[in-house]
């Protein structure tokens, strides 16, 4: 399967699921709300130019934010991890490992320390962001910060059962033209 309609299904599926099965699901306790729709931005392949991942970002979170009847909310959360990803790849991984390595951001192709730090950076940020905008119409600062831990927390446990679910094969790039 390309990459193309791999990343079209992916697309789909984490739109659908996390407003037909994780948006269905009541706020545990009142701060923690299940998000894993992000995933989407941190699993796209690495050759993706800045430029397109960040437009590609803001158009995901566009079409959830159009099921969730949320304008902006989740677009502006995704253009802010799709635009400091390239960044933070370039910093946890040399740029070789990304031009003649794997082809995607996985446990396989970067390994168990970059990766997890690769999500809980950009899961953070993320929940920040999107509880911030949220928080600016409640105002309580204590709210802010453990609606932001508990949701991070909720989403790092989704993504590790995610992981360990739906093994990716890390597909091996070469340079053969």
Known sequence: MSN??????????????????????????????????????????????????????????????????????????????AYIRPFLISLLMPKEATEIGYSEPSITSMGFVPYAVY???????????LVFMEWLHFGNFLYFIGKVFATTAISLLLILITEMLFVRKAKYRTNVA
């Open 119 to 129: 999500v809980l950076v950009l899961t953070f940020l993320h929940h920040s962001y």
């Open 4 to 81: 193309l309609v791999r990343n079209i299904i992916r697309f789909a599926f984490f739109i659908l699921f996390q407003v037909f099965v994780l948006g269905k699901i009541p706020p545990l306790h009142q701060f923690i709300v299940p998000y894993l729709y992000f995933l989407f931005i941190l699993w796209l392949p690495f050759k993706i130019t800045r430029g397109a991942l960040t437009l590609l970002g803001f158009l995901f979170g566009m079409a959830l934010d159009m099921f969730t009847k949320t304008p902006g909310l989740h677009a502006a959360a995704c253009t802010l991890i």
